[in-house]
């Protein structure tokens, strides 16, 4: 996912930085894999630096982050995981 992709699916970070935004699309590169998730990988991209940015401090302050520590981010970027991997299985 692009930085400008992310600016349109997320603007509630619209007044983060390019530099901060872009910083969480380099890390949640790390954690997704094109090879895993297919056409779906730029969503799991975004959802991930979108929960990454929301554990934050300043997306704690936000009020990004639930009080058991979830972020709607994650619970989508889970599902997604879920619905891409099921039925494949580690011996």
């Known amino acids: 996912m692009t930085l400008d ?6 603007p509630e970070f619209r007044t983060a ?7 969480y699309l380099d890390a949640a590169a790390e954690f997704v894999s ?10 799991a991209h ?4 979108a ?3 929301a554990k934050s401090p300043g997306g704690v302050m ?8 979830s972020t709607t981010y ?3 970027f889970r599902e997604l995981l879920r ?7 580690v011996v």
């Open 5 to 10: 992709q992310f600016r349109v699916k997320y």
């Open 17 to 23: 930085s390019s530099e901060f935004v872009q910083a």
């Open 34 to 43: 094109a090879d895993v998730l297919g056409t779906a990988y730029d969503q």
């Open 46 to 49: 975004g959802l991930k630096a």
């Open 51 to 53: 929960h990454m940015m």
């Open 62 to 69: 936000a009020r990004l982050v639930a009080k058991d520590g």
């Open 74 to 76: 994650d619970t989508q």
């Open 83 to 89: 619905s891409r991997i099921a039925g494949v299985s």
